[in-house]
């Protein structure tokens, strides 16, 4: 069981430069997010979807870009990277539900540099 | 709005050492906590959860209890082994969905043989 797949797993950007930060999961969860998490603070939500077509703004979006055309798949697209784009980025997913919360289920992690 | 703080890292014990680390939280309801970890290079992975006051959360040897009255879920571990080494995070949601998490900073823990 794959669980939430991320790649790739390290990328060095030249500013100015774009690319695209893949998640994949496979246990069906309508719910995907993006994270980022930088040094000494906790993880800051980018962006987030509810189901495949429908996409929202985190707490700091600016710079980013996303798509969920599937159910498994959800996107993270950088634009014109900037150094303070420099973090390590999660995707997540869950699948909330009544009589409880519904934990979080995180891929490794990418860790993006860039120069 | 809500918030999460976390004890200042990095810890560093000896295996067999006992563990806390402090949580406290800021929340206009009544969320419910969790503990992440965090191992090297990997992502978060759920440790454990409490979704009311006065409620325990447990896994391999970890504990955690809901204080609503302190607003506290410190992290208890009474015998540390080198494996224990990760990232901890204390995070609160107040509904189901993954949007509405706050984390902590995280906690980084050592342990020495």
């Given at each position: 069981?794959?669980?939430?797949?991320?790649?790739?797993?390290?990328?060095?950007l030249k500013i100015g430069q774009s690319?695209?930060?893949?998640?994949?999961?496979?246990?069906?969860?309508?719910?995907?997010?993006?994270?980022?998490?930088?040094?000494?603070?906790?993880?800051?939500?980018?962006?987030?979807?509810?189901?495949?077509?429908?996409?929202?703004?985190?707490?700091?979006?600016?710079?980013?870009?996303?798509?969920?055309?599937?159910?498994?798949?959800?996107?993270?697209?950088?634009?014109l990277a900037a150094?303070?784009?420099?973090?390590?980025?999660?995707?997540?997913?869950?699948?909330?539900?009544?009589?409880?919360?519904?934990?979080?289920?995180?891929?490794?992690?990418?860790?993006?540099?860039v120069? | 709005?809500?918030?999460?703080?976390?004890?200042?890292?990095?810890?560093?014990?000896?295996?067999?050492?006992?563990?806390?680390?402090?949580?406290?939280?800021?929340?206009?309801?009544?969320?419910?906590?969790?503990?992440?970890?965090?191992?090297?290079?990997?992502?978060?992975?759920?440790?454990?959860?409490?979704?009311?006051?006065?409620?325990?959360?447990?896994?391999?040897?970890?504990?955690?209890?809901?204080?609503?009255?302190?607003?506290?879920?410190?992290?208890?571990?009474?015998?540390?082994?080198?494996?224990?080494?990760?990232?901890?995070?204390?995070?609160?949601?107040?509904?189901?969905?993954?949007?509405?998490?706050?984390?902590?900073?995280?906690?980084?823990?050592?342990?020495?043989?």
């Amino acid at each position: 069981n794959a669980g939430v797949t991320q790649t790739p797993k390290f990328r060095i950007l030249k500013i100015g430069q774009s690319m695209t930060l893949q998640c994949t999961q496979d246990m069906n969860h309508n719910y995907m997010y993006w994270y980022r998490q930088d040094p000494g603070m906790g993880l800051k939500l980018i962006y987030y979807s509810v189901g495949a077509g429908i996409t929202d703004k985190g707490e700091v979006p600016n710079g980013y870009n996303v798509s969920r055309s599937t159910t498994e798949d959800f996107p993270l697209r950088l634009e014109l990277a900037a150094p303070s784009q420099t973090s390590v980025y999660f995707c997540a997913s869950s699948y909330p539900k009544g009589g409880g919360p519904s934990p979080l289920h995180f891929g490794n992690g990418t860790r993006l540099t860039v120069t | 709005g809500n918030s999460v703080t976390q004890m200042e890292g990095p810890v560093t014990l000896s295996e067999e050492a006992f563990l806390t680390i402090n949580c406290t939280y800021t929340a206009t309801g009544y969320p419910s906590l969790f503990w992440y970890v965090q191992y090297p290079g990997e992502g978060l992975q759920l440790l454990l959860k409490a979704t009311k006051a006065d409620d325990k959360g447990s896994n391999k040897g970890f504990e955690a209890t809901y204080r609503k009255e302190t607003t506290s879920f410190h992290l208890e571990k009474g015998s540390v082994q080198v494996s224990d080494s990760a990232v901890y995070f204390c995070a609160l949601s107040e509904d189901n969905y993954g949007q509405n998490f706050v984390f902590g900073p995280g906690t980084r823990l050592s342990v020495l043989p």
